[in-house]
């Protein structure tokens, strides 16, 4: 519930909720870690034309990459969301959609 409290307002592109992405980031990081993942928050500087911190990237290893027997697996993922538009009606109907499909299978 934690990242859906967070994870609504992270707009990167509004400057006034940065500092929501910035706390997402930090989210992102313990789960990571509660994973076992060794995490390293990489800071990119400043927004060009502003005097505003960019996100930074998140970068999160498990295990040994150094072992040539086990194979590598990279995960690529955004963790700041777009403006709410009328893509929040869209999605809402799909879920509504969903979750009544799957609740009458239940049944």
Same mark, same amino acid.
């Given at each position: 519930?934690?990242?859906? =409290? ?15 992405? #910035?706390?997402?980031?930090? #989210? ?18 400043? &927004? &060009? ?11 999160? &290893? ?9 194979? =590598? ?35």
């Amino acid at each position: 519930m934690d990242y859906l =409290t967070i994870y609504h307002v992270s707009v990167s592109g509004i400057i006034s909720l940065r500092c929501e992405v #910035f706390k997402m980031a930090d #989210f992102l990081e313990v789960e990571l870690k509660a994973l076992g993942a060794t995490v390293r928050k990489v800071p990119l500087g400043k &927004q &060009q034309g502003e005097d505003v911190d960019l996100p930074p990237v998140i970068l999160a &290893q498990v295990g040994n990459f150094k072992d040539p027997s086990k194979k =590598t697996i990279l995960c690529y993922g955004h963790y700041d969301v777009q403006p709410v538009s009328s893509w929040l009606r869209v999605t809402l109907h799909l879920l509504t959609s969903a979750f009544i499909r799957w609740d009458h299978r239940r049944r």
